[in-house]
Nanobody
Framework: VELVESGGGLVQAGDSLRLSCAALRRTDTTRAMGWFRQAPGKEREFVAAISWNGGIKYYADPVKGRFIISRDNAKNTVYLQMSSLKPDDTAVYYC?????????????????WGQGTQVTVSS
């Protein structure tokens, strides 16, 4: 499974941004997907996860109410809609896929990772 993120950029605090994660080769769509981020000098942290059919979503506390994860299995794409962005959201954002459908916030339980896309939020 090859994952490619896009949609990152430089925005101001309070702005919105939508990240996309495309699976370039047709995959088994019965996979849970997740978004993680890593800020400079910090460890990678969980952001959001979604079950294979989009019916179950799970968010980290810092992004609850501001970020929405969704997926379009017909397009093999997962999205992360980010609103009310803050400077603390600045990081490289990675999407990940795991075998099976159980969603989790643990990065070591994901099998495939994208290369990341930079999000920078200025104050």
């Amino acid at each position: 499974v090859e994952l490619v993120e896009s949609g990152g950029g430089l925005v101001q605090a309070g702005d919105s941004l939508r990240l996309s994660c495309a699976a370039l080769r047709r995959t088994d769509t019965t996979r849970a997907m997740g978004w993680f981020r890593q800020a400079p000098g910090k460890e990678r942290e969980f952001v959001a996860a979604i079950s294979w059919n989009g019916g179950i979503k799970y968010y980290a506390d810092p992004v609850k109410g501001r970020f929405i994860i969704s997926r379009d299995n017909a397009k093999n794409t997962v999205y992360l809609q980010m609103s009310s962005l803050k400077p603390d959201d600045t990081a490289v954002y990675y999407c990940a896929a795991r075998s099976g459908n159980i969603i989790t916030g643990r990065g070591d339980e994901y099998d495939y990772w994208g290369q990341g896309t930079q999000v920078t939020v200025s104050s």
